[in-house]
């Protein structure tokens, strides 16, 4: 029962790192149960009671102890971040992240009274970046748990002597470092150079934001971000090359020491985490003679990273990378079953299979997270994830020869470039050509609990068979791609209204905005757009038919939507009024958006059928004048308005008898459902981003 047993000791782990995130139980009571079921293991085990009882009290002690992890991992994460406003001035920190990888960089206080918190520095503005642990004296401006520096200068005085793991660390970011030196002196071309380093050291800031869009439309965003694909082909090109030099054995050693090296280049990120102790178990048994089992190897390797690293059960790439490789053991699986039988499948099918698995496993939780799903991610793994295997392995190649031989090097990354600059065009065009978007909107849990659900009732009520399984995934994403249809059916046509920073105005019919109006105000950039852009992408939105906003505003939201630049469709019932606002007149309801410096039209006549909203849109440099709030039953005032000026107009409304005015001072949105129904929702939020 050993080697059985770590799949449903891994079950057991996740299951309690999973309700410890829901529900916050006290850290004392959860150990005390833990070492409560423990002792009771080891009682039965000594006592040589009921075999199940032993297996079964190990498990308890494993969900107890995932709580246990998880809660712990949650309180740390809330209590240790640091809280700072203003000017700092020769803040003496201490870096905790490679700087080389990301915009930004974690760093630990040294001096009380925050000493030990952590802060997160901006780079971006930064001329030189410190090293990874090096102690440094930083001025800038505070803003709660992060830093944004004008200047740094490494701290004189006594450093701390580092571990043995920390030398080892520097010894791997050293060899980085010559190897990104060497990348950077044989001159290849800028695009090229950042896919190389995103590949090899997955450092993915340098991406042409462009590219990274494309990626993301076509579902291969998991191409750049570094993970067990990387880490599987380093493996096995370093272990089958030097087999033949070294031996198996002398090979394998070499082969692991070479995978952790990567791993900790890479900033120990889950996903290669979970690849490496994968890799090294592998390894161990393809030299001992071991069987190979897929799902033991992954069972062991959950356990090990979630015991050290309880936190990265929240990480996406973490969920996403074991989902995969069980989608891939599964797919595996079959195909070796229908290899076996009588009619076995296909080359394309046997293909297609892993691709489809993948889907079923991981859509749901793509669309969850990320708000991003189409069909277009299996055409494009299949036709192009060949293509960027072949591209990963060219820049590694080219880096290896960049070492001894820039001018060769040089060659290499042209060659590669242009097939890179290629593949990327043929993606732009894919979307287009096929009339396909990736925003699928956000999908509830509870439905991902039925759609899994639902999977497996499937695999239980079919028959195993390699061609019931392969038309299973595809008949289940399909009906997971109708999901968004399903759900705008469901809904009817929205307004919404809000924005200090940036005020808006939009009319969202399912996943299109027939009318969309933004104003920016003088100084403000599009980052401020971020919450706007997240909730359209929360809903699903595609297509916007009509834009009325400035040129950096249309440039920004053509990275997420597809933007027309014809007038709103008849169909919308909307009237535009440049510079002033627009109406909208439908059976039933009625609003108009309005500037606050001008008189707005009159709303249509209220009567039991009809629901009718005046909307004012204020700006910092105008007064409200609100002449005709009095025939309006629902007035709402968004931008930011002071509290007197909707105290006096609410003291005006209710002399005539009307609703008290809604208005959202800091960055309020109103959602109307134009389907008759009365009720509006109101909502208001203060969001922050590091762009800002």
């Not at 079921?37 to 009671?49: D, R």
């Not at 800031?205 to 570094?226: K, Y």
């Not at 050693?253 to 890799?279: E, H, K, N, S």
Request: with cysteine; hydrophobic share 50%.
């Amino acid at each position: 029962m050993g080697v059985a047993f770590l799949p449903k000791l891994a079950l057991a782990l996740l299951a309690g790192g999973l309700i410890g995130r829901v529900f916050s139980w006290p850290s004392l009571t959860l150990a005390i149960l833990c070492a409560l079921f423990f002792v009771l293991a080891l009682l039965s085990y000594l006592k040589q009671l009921l075999d199940q009882a032993f297996w079964g009290m190990t498990l308890l002690t494993a969900v107890v102890l995932g709580i246990f992890l998880s809660r712990q991992a949650q309180e740390l994460e809330a209590g240790r971040f640091a809280q700072m406003f203003g000017p700092v001035y020769q803040l003496k920190v201490r870096v905790l992240s490679d700087p080389y990888l990301e915009k930004r960089a974690l760093v630990e206080c040294v001096d009380s009274p925050n000493e030990g918190r952590i802060m997160a520095i901006l780079l971006d503005h930064l001329s030189t970046l410190p090293q990874y642990r090096q102690t440094i004296l930083i001025s800038g401006v505070a803003h709660g748990a992060r830093i944004v520096p004008y200047h740094w200068e490494p701290f004189d005085g006594p450093v701390p002597v580092a571990s043995p793991l920390e030398q080892i660390q520097y010894l791997c970011l050293t060899i980085r470092d010559r190897i990104d030196t060497a990348l950077v002196r044989a001159r290849p071309p800028p695009e090229f150079l950042a896919f190389a380093r995103a590949e090899l050291f997955g450092k993915r800031q340098d991406l042409n934001p462009e590219t990274r869009r494309v990626l993301e439309e076509n579902g291969l965003t998991h191409i750049i971000a570094v993970s067990g694909m990387h880490t599987s082909l380093l493996a096995a090109a370093v272990f089958f090359c030097l087999v033949p030099l070294l031996g198996r054995e002398a090979a394998g050693w070499v082969t692991a020491v070479v995978v952790l090296g990567f791993c900790v280049m890479v900033g120990l990120q889950p996903p290669v985490l979970r690849a490496t102790i994968c890799t090294l178990l592998a390894l161990i048994g393809h030299l001992n003679q071991f069987p190979s089992r897929v799902l033991t190897f992954l069972s062991a390797a959950f356990v090990i990273e979630f015991l050290i690293f309880p936190q990265d059960l929240a990480h996406a790439g973490f969920q996403l990378s074991y989902l995969s490789v069980l989608a891939l053991a599964l797919a595996a699986r079959v195909i070796k079953q229908s290899r076996a039988s009588e009619s076995p499948l296909s080359g394309w099918m046997q293909a297609l299979l892993p691709l489809l698995l993948i889907q079923v496993f991981t859509a749901p939780l793509t669309a969850h997270l990320f708000y991003r799903w189409s069909w277009l991610s299996i055409l494009s793994n299949l036709l192009f994830l060949p293509v960027f295997t072949f591209l990963i392995v060219w820049a590694a190649a080219g880096a290896a020869v960049a070492l001894v031989w820039p001018a060769l090097a040089a060659w290499l990354f042209w060659i590669g470039d242009a097939c890179y600059g290629l593949t990327i065009q043929l993606l732009q065009i894919l979307p287009a050509a096929l009339n396909v978007s990736s925003n699928f909107g956000y999908f509830p849990l509870l439905f991902l609990v039925v759609f899994l659900a639902g999977w497996v009732l499937f695999l239980w009520l079919a028959p195993a068979r390699p061609r019931v399984w392969l038309l299973g995934a595809a008949g289940w994403l399909i009906l997971f791609s109708a999901y968004p249809s399903m759900r705008d059916l469901a809904s009817g046509p929205i307004f919404v209204a809000g924005g200090a920073q940036a005020p808006f105005s939009a009319i969202r019919e399912g996943r299109t905005l027939p009318f969309v109006r933004i104003r920016m105000p003088t100084g403000v950039s599009p980052a401020a757009l971020g919450p706007m852009i997240r909730d359209w992408l929360k809903s699903g939105v595609r297509d916007i038919i009509h834009l009325d906003a400035p040129a950096n505003v249309r440039a920004r939201l053509e990275k997420d939507f597809r933007v027309g630049t014809g007038p709103p469709p008849a169909t919308a019932g909307i009237t535009v009024a440049e510079d002033r606002g627009f109406e909208l007149i439908r059976p039933g309801i009625g609003v108009i958006y309005w500037t606050a410096s001008a008189d707005p039209p009159p709303c249509p006549s209220p009567d039991r059928s009809t629901a009718c909203w005046l909307v004012l849109e204020k700006s910092k440099s105008t007064s409200l004048i609100v002449p005709a709030s009095k025939s309006a039953p629902n007035l709402f005032l968004t931008g930011p308005a002071e509290t007197s000026e909707v105290r006096a107009i609410d003291l005006d409304r209710a002399s005539h008898g009307a609703a008290p005015c809604l208005s959202a001072p800091v960055d309020g949105n109103l959602s109307l459902h134009l389907d008759g129904d009365r009720a509006g929702r109101y909502t208001t939020t203060l969001m922050e981003s590091f762009e800002e």
